[in-house]
Each structure stands twice: as structure tokens, then as C-alpha cells.
């Protein structure tokens, strides 16, 4: 499984000497209660890590250039407990390289009205310090998140833990690396882009390869190791032979184990964590990679198909920040107009990711129109259901755009007998009609990252991040 590094994330706690040592000591003994009670609370995804306690200026630039260097921290949360005069955290908030989260929350719950006196109002100044601290992260447009509550409350504690998730998938965008075997699909437009101001703007690293350096990798895959990879297949899958015998049959689905044997290999020589095909390209190749494919996006790489190395990357980035769950690459095909049945059926020619699979997949070998090569094995399978983001990357000349379209997914209940790929339901939000129109007139290209697992506010959240333009349809 293609994981990332474990990863940490810093607290620090805004105060000032104003109080006296006394309540600076309090200050610390609450944010260690805070701290501990979020490391418990089941919420989120990585452990919080309370730092000293940030009183003056060199405090805060010191711990914003740790936090920079420590590649195991993958961004800070911030908490005013007192009154925290912003100017002390100019230096230190300019800066920060990482993602900021400001938690406006406080220590008590309620108000103790029976009990409270000005030594409680002077120690606990969190709406004070809130304010304080807000301003100078506007000033300074830092475009930090903002999570507003009490920290043991549940919702609370998922919003950190939904936002750890897109800090992380903002550091590892630098350290997508794609593999291109092939160029993009001819006369398309969508797929093109300028890869140069992806890697400044996102980070990712897009690399050309020519067919031939993958057949290479794909040749040297001995017949064991592709018939112990096929036995995997027979405990993972149904058997679909169709109308093939079955040594032709199991013949062409081992072409597709050598493919994944091979494809993995050469993405690992090399550190990549994404990769396009092109049906266009396959010099050399006996199949489009299918089922392969299929195996790898599974494993957590990011793919599309055609050349279409954007798709690719944002693949890659979402699977990090759903954590790998129910995300990957999906293409609009087809419309069902009935009415009050209108929908868009997702599939492509064979590259659906299995974490999407709503039943057990079986393998099918059949053929394919495109490519000129022999049949490929793929998956065959339905698709999940419920609410999600479906989203697309364009490349405008001038800028790059993310479009989020809000969708609901269904499992197809007409059977396809002779479809076969595997397919994928969904109904755009706010409604079919307005939800199509207004993907088609803001550009929105007909790949997409399909995820049940992330919300609009996360993929919008790291788009903040990289300064991206972002069009949002619900």
C-alpha cells in the first residue's frame, strides 16, 4: 500500500507576562488538558504535540521556524487562552511555510456566573484573544482555517481532524510525482496544462517517459511472479470467462498481472506516486493496462487516464486526504434523461478505482475499440452510493481553476449485461439541469476525482492554500 510518513501536528497556546507566572502556569496545565484531550478523543487522524507557551515575539518566530524545519510536523494549531498581543506574532506568522489552524475555543465550557471574578476574566480571555489574534492573520492574508467552539464537543474535534487530513495532502502535493507514459490524447483540450506552473503553484513534479521505457520494466517480469500475483486474483475476485475458453481467458489476465508487476516497479524506481496511460501509445504493449490499473489506483496511486497528468495529481492528492478511502478517477460517459431519473453515468473505458466498489469485482477480458491491441482484462463492478464531491482541474491559459460539483451517488439498479466496465451513478447537486449546466459553462472538463469520503470545505480548504481559483456547484 503506497502510505505517507506518520505526521504530527504542534499546538501553541497564545498568553503574555501581563498575568504574572501564577496564571501562566494555569495557561499551560489547561493546554496540556486540551492537548491530551484531543489525542483521546478517537477524532483525529494524528497526535497533538503542546508546545512552550508563546509570550513574546522571539517565543512564536522560534516555534514557527521548528515547525517549519521538522519534516514530521505537518502544520500548527494556534489557541488564544488569554489576551495575545497580535504584533508579537508578525515574524513568526509571515514566516510559517505549513498550514495554520486558529481554534477559537476556551478552557470552561460555561460561564461560572456564581464564582467568576476579575482573576477568572483576566485568565481566561479567549474571545479577547480571538479577535486579536484574527486581525493579524487577515492582515497578513495568511488564508489560515478557522474552527470556532468548545474543543470536547465532537463536532468540533472532526472539523480538526478533517483539516489535519488537508494540511497533510498539502505537503505531500510537493512531493507528487507523476510518470507519464505517453503523451496526452490527441486533439483533446481539457487534458492539456502547463506543468511548470503546476509545480510552483501545487508542487508537483510531471515527468515524460516514452512507452518503451515501461515495456522494459513490464518484459522483465518473470512467469512466477506473475502466476503468484494471478492466484491473489483468484482469493480477491469472481472468474468471468465470458465466451472465452478459459486458458485464453486466464492467458490475457496475466498479461494484466505483468503489467502491474511492471508498472509498480517502475514507479517505485523512481519515486512516483502518480502516472497517465494513453490508449494512443502502446507501442509494445499487448494490452492497454485495465486491470492493472485498477490494482495500482487501489493501492493508493494516483491515475487517469489519456495523458490527462492534472486528473493524475489532484487523484493522488485526494486519495492522501480521504486517507484512501472510497476516491479515485472517474470520467462522465453518459446521460439516463427520464424524468425524474435523470443522472449521469460514470465509468471509463477500463480504469474504474476498486475503492469505489459497492460489490465484489470480477475480472472480464473483452475487447476494445481503441488502442489496436488484444483484449484487456478489467474489473467489472457498481459503484457506492451516497453524498459526494466530484472534482476537475482546468487550465485556463491565465490560471488554473478547481471545480467541485456536489453530487449524490446511487447503485444502479438496471443490470448491464453487456456493459463491461464498471459503473458508477451520481446526480449533481443543486439538481440534475442546473448542476450539468453550470459544470459545462465554467469549464469543467469531463475527468474527475470522485470521493464519498471529503467534503467541499477540505478540497476547498487546500485550495485556499495554493491560491487556486476554486467554482463550487450545490
Do not use: C
Not at 502510505?3 to 496564571?23: D, I, N, P, R
Not at 515575539?57 to 495575545?84: C, L, Q
Not at 467489472?380 to 451517488?409: C, P, Q, R, W
Amino acid at each position: 500500500m503506497l502510505t505517507v510518513e506518520k505526521k504530527e501536528f504542534w499546538l501553541v497556546v497564545g498568553s503574555q507576562h501581563l498575568y504574572g507566572e501564577e496564571a501562566l502556569k494555569e495557561v499551560k496545565k489547561n493546554a496540556q488538558t486540551i492537548a491530551d484531550g484531543l489525542n483521546n478523543s478517537g477524532k483525529l487522524p494524528y497526535p497533538v504535540v503542546l508546545q512552550d507557551l508563546a509570550v513574546t515575539p522571539d517565543a512564536v518566530t522560534k516555534v514557527m521556524k521548528e515547525i517549519n524545519y521538522r519534516d514530521e510536523v505537518a502544520g500548527v494549531i494556534t489557541w488564544m487562552h488569554t489576551f495575545s498581543p497580535a504584533k508579537m506574532w508578525i515574524r513568526g506568522t509571515k514566516l510559517l511555510q505549513k498550514p495554520l489552524l486558529h481554534l477559537a475555543t476556551q478552557f470552561n465550557e460555561s460561564i461560572p456566573w456564581e464564582t467568576i471574578d476579575m482573576d477568572f476574566m483576566n485568565l481566561n480571555q479567549a474571545a479577547h484573544g480571538d479577535r486579536e489574534y484574527g486581525f493579524i492573520n487577515a492582515r497578513l492574508k495568511k488564508q489560515n482555517k478557522v474552527v470556532i467552539g468548545y474543543w470536547e464537543n465532537e463536532s468540533v474535534q472532526e472539523q480538526i481532524g478533517q483539516w489535519m487530513d488537508v494540511a497533510l495532502a498539502y505537503n505531500e502535493s510537493f512531493n507528487i510525482k507523476l510518470a507519464r507514459f505517453g503523451d496526452n490524447m490527441r486533439n483533446v483540450g481539457v487534458t492539456e496544462g502547463d506543468k511548470v506552473e503546476a509545480q510552483i503553484q501545487f508542487g508537483w513534479t510531471v515527468d515524460y517517459y516514452g512507452i518503451g521505457d515501461l515495456v522494459q520494466y513490464v518484459d522483465a517480469v518473470t512467469e512466477a511472479e506473475v502466476d503468484v500475483l494471478f492466484e491473489k486474483y483468484r482469493e480477491l475476485y469472481d472468474f468471468d470467462y465470458g465466451d472465452l475458453d478459459e486458458e485464453t481467458w486466464i492467458r490475457h489476465v496475466k498479461v494484466q498481472a505483468q503489467q502491474e508487476i511492471g508498472i509498480e516497479r517502475f514507479l517505485e524506481a523512481g519515486g512516483y506516486n502518480a502516472f497517465t496511460t494513453n490508449f494512443e501509445d502502446l507501442y509494445g504493449m499487448k494490452q492497454l493496462p485495465g486491470l492493472s490499473v485498477q490494482r495500482l489506483m487501489e493501492k493508493g496511486y494516483g491515475f487517469a487516464g489519456e495523458g490527462d497528468w492534472k486528473t493524475a495529481a489532484i487523484d493522488r492528492l485526494m486519495k492522501i486526504m480521504a486517507r484512501n478511502q472510497n476516491t479515485g478517477f472517474m470520467e462522465d460517459y453518459t446521460y439516463e434523461l427520464a424524468p425524474g431519473k435523470e443522472a449521469i453515468l460514470q465509468s471509463h473505458m477500463l480504469e474504474v478505482d476498486p475503492a469505489l466498489s459497492a460489490t465484489k469485482p470480477k475480472i472480464v477480458v473483452s475487447p476494445l475499440s481503441m488502442g489496436d491491441r488484444e483484449a484487456p482484462a478489467r474489473l467489472v463492478f457498481d459503484g457506492k452510493s451516497g453524498a459526494g464531491v466530484a472534482v476537475s482541474m482546468a487550465d485556463f491559459g491565465t490560471h488554473y481553476k478547481l471545480l467541485i460539483n456536489e453530487v449524490e451517488a446511487f447503485e444502479p439498479i438496471e443490470p448491464a449485461p453487456n456493459l463491461p466496465v464498471a459503473r458508477v451513478m451520481w446526480t449533481p447537486k443543486p439538481d440534475f439541469y442546473q448542476g450539468v449546466k453550470a459544470w459545462i459553462e465554467a469549464g469543467g472538463g469531463h475527468h474527475t476525482v470522485f470521493s464519498l469520503n471529503l467534503t467541499t470545505d477540505q478540497i476547498q480548504t487546500w485550495a485556499t492554500l495554493v491560491d487556486l481559483e476554486t467554482v463550487v456547484i450545490k
